[in-house]
C-alpha cells in the first residue's frame, strides 16, 4: 500500500498579463491582450494570453489575433489593450515566486512558467490543516513580495491538487481529502480532468457520458468498449485517487522548444527550413547552457487554414549535440513537408530530457533509431 501525500498545486493567476499590468501600472479593469501585433485585425499570430477583463469578451489564449479584435478592438476602436509582451518580466517574476515555493516544501517541481507543484507531506509533518495554513502562507507572500496573486490546490494526487486549484480562481485555495475524492467528482464534467482531451470527451458525450461519476457508474469494461482498456483503468483511477502522488525536479522540464510564425505565409520551403535549422541550434544551445539533453526531436509544421502536425524521432541516448538533432530535423522535414501548401508555423522541440550526467555527446551508432 503506498504512503499517503499532500501535494499543493500552485497557478498563478493570469500570469503573463498581471505582470505586465503590475509593471506598467495598467488598469486590471481594462482588457489587455498580450500576443503578436493586431494590425486593425489583420494580424497573423496568436493570443499569448489576456487578462480576466478580457475574458469576459470570448478572448482566450491561443486564439488567432484577428479574432481576438474581432471580439474586443484595440484602442481607440475598442476598449482592449494590446502590447507585445516582455519575455525577461516574466522569467524574473517566475523564479521570484518559484523560489518562495522551493524553500517551503520537501520536494518542489516546476511545471511551466507560471505554476508548480510542492510535496509539503514532511513539512507539514502529515497535517492537512497545516497544509492548508501554509498554502495561505505562500499566498500571502508571493503577493507582498512580488505583488501577483496566485490560486492553490489541495490534493492527494497530482490531478486532484490541479485541478483543486482551478476551484476558486482567482487568489483562492481549495483543499480535497483523500475520503473527499469520490464526493469531489461528483457531476464534474470529464472535459475538467487533464489528460482527458476534446476528442475522448466527445466520444464519451456521444454514449451519454459527459461527467466523471456518470463513467464510474457505467464501469470499466463498458468504458473500455467505448474507449481504450488502459483509458478506462487511468479514469477508474483518477475517482478513486490512486494516479500519481510524485513529485520530481526531473519532471519539472519534458521538453523545450522554439516557434516561428510567418507574418506571411510561406511557399518557400528552403527559407522555412533555414528557420527551422536557426530554432534546432538556439534550442540546443540553451539546452547546454541548462545542463541537460534530449532524446527525441520534434519538429511541428502549421500550414495556411491552422492544420498542423508534429513529426518526431528518437535516438538511442540522450545528446546535446547540435550536428546530430541538425540531421534528424533535416529529415524529418523533408520526409514530411507538403510541397504544395503553404507554411504559417514552424517549430522544434527537444524532448525526453536528462540530466547531463546521464547524457552521451557523440553517437557511437551506424543510424538513428525510430
Request: charged share 30%; net charge negative.
Amino acid at each position: 500500500m503506498r504512503k499517503e501525500r499532500i501535494l499543493i498545486h500552485c497557478d498563478l493567476d493570469a500570469f503573463f498579463a498581471s505582470v505586465e499590468i503590475l509593471h506598467h501600472g495598467f488598469s486590471e479593469d481594462e482588457p489587455l491582450i498580450i500576443g503578436s501585433d493586431p494590425q486593425q485585425g489583420r494580424g497573423r499570430g496568436i493570443v499569448s494570453t489576456c487578462n480576466y477583463a478580457a475574458r469576459e469578451y470570448g478572448v482566450r489564449s491561443a486564439m488567432p489575433i484577428s479574432e481576438a479584435w474581432r471580439r474586443c478592438p484595440g484602442q481607440p476602436f475598442g476598449p482592449a489593450r494590446y502590447i507585445r509582451g516582455t519575455r525577461s518580466l516574466y522569467s524574473m517574476a517566475s523564479r521570484r515566486v518559484m523560489k518562495i515555493l522551493r524553500s517551503n516544501s520537501d520536494k518542489f517541481e516546476q511545471a511551466s512558467i507560471d505554476e508548480a507543484y510542492l510535496d509539503v507531506t514532511e513539512t507539514v509533518d502529515g497535517e492537512w490543516d497545516e497544509a492548508m495554513a501554509l498554502a495561505r502562507r505562500l499566498q500571502r507572500s508571493i503577493h507582498e513580495n512580488v505583488g501577483l496573486t496566485a490560486s492553490f490546490g489541495i490534493g492527494p494526487t497530482r490531478i486532484i491538487a490541479k485541478m483543486s486549484s482551478e476551484v476558486n480562481k482567482p487568489n483562492g485555495i481549495h483543499r480535497v481529502l483523500p475520503d473527499e475524492v469520490l464526493e469531489f467528482f461528483e457531476s464534474r464534467s470529464v472535459r475538467e480532468v487533464p489528460g482527458i482531451g476534446p476528442k475522448t470527451a466527445n466520444t464519451l458525450a456521444e454514449w451519454g457520458i459527459s461527467t466523471m461519476d456518470e463513467a464510474v457508474e457505467l464501469g470499466e469494461l463498458a468504458l473500455a468498449r467505448m474507449t481504450s482498456r488502459r483509458f478506462s483503468s487511468w479514469m477508474l483511477r483518477v475517482v478513486d485517487g490512486s494516479t500519481s502522488n510524485v513529485v520530481s525536479p526531473l519532471r519539472s522540464r519534458r521538453s523545450i522548444g522554439k516557434e516561428r510564425t510567418f507574418s506571411v505565409d510561406q511557399s518557400d520551403h528552403e527559407h522555412v527550413l533555414e528557420i527551422l535549422e536557426q530554432l534546432t541550434k538556439n534550442v540546443l544551445e540553451k539546452a547546454r547552457t541548462e545542463g541537460i539533453a534530449g532524446r527525441l526531436a520534434e519538429v511541428k509544421i502549421r500550414y495556411t487554414g491552422f492544420q498542423t502536425h508534429t513529426h518526431g524521432r528518437s535516438i538511442p541516448v540522450a545528446m546535446d549535440d547540435t550536428e546530430v538533432f541538425l540531421r534528424q530535423v533535416r529529415r524529418l522535414f523533408a520526409e514530411n513537408i507538403h510541397q504544395d501548401e503553404n507554411v504559417r508555423l514552424i517549430g522544434f522541440r527537444l524532448g525526453q530530457l536528462e540530466e547531463l550526467d546521464t547524457r552521451q555527446t557523440t553517437l557511437q551508432f551506424g543510424d538513428e533509431s525510430e
